[in-house]
């Protein structure tokens, strides 16, 4: 089992930038892969980026390609997500979330999950 706790949402200009991260309990962090996705309101959740246990793999929606970047760093159970040139359409509540073997885009093949945060983009 894992615990999944979120931080750094907030309100942002356009074209600003924030650091998102979400900080794991448990001591098999560094056995999962982990993702970050996004529910506008009212619309469903979707996939924004995800990394490999190790690190060394990533893969991001074409969405946010070139602007998000996810890292970890498993010494800190911790996974980040920097956004930079954030548009209005980023505006979401962002969650974490992991699942053990290889990375997925699909909501449900994640098994453990954050409460997220909420990320507004003003124009």
């Known amino acids: 089992q894992v615990q999944l706790v979120e931080s750094g949402g907030g309100l942002v200009q356009a074209g600003g930038s924030l650091k998102l991260s979400c900080a794991a309990s448990g001591r098999a962090f560094s056995s999962y892969v982990m993702g970050w996705f996004r529910q506008p309101p009212g619309k469903e959740r979707k996939f924004v980026a995800h990394?490999?246990?190790?690190?060394?793999?990533?893969y991001y929606a074409d969405s946010v390609k070139g602007r998000f970047t996810i890292s970890r760093d498993n010494a800190k159970n911790t996974v980040y997500l920097q956004m930079n040139s954030l548009k209005p359409e980023d505006t979401a509540v962002y969650y974490c979330?992991?699942?053990?073997?290889?990375?997925?885009?699909?909501?449900?093949?994640?098994?453990?999950w954050g409460q997220g945060t909420q990320v507004t983009v003003s124009s």
């Open positions: 979330a992991a699942r053990g073997g290889i990375g997925s885009v699909i909501v449900t093949r994640f098994d453990y």
């Open positions: 990394i490999s246990s190790g690190g060394g793999n990533t």
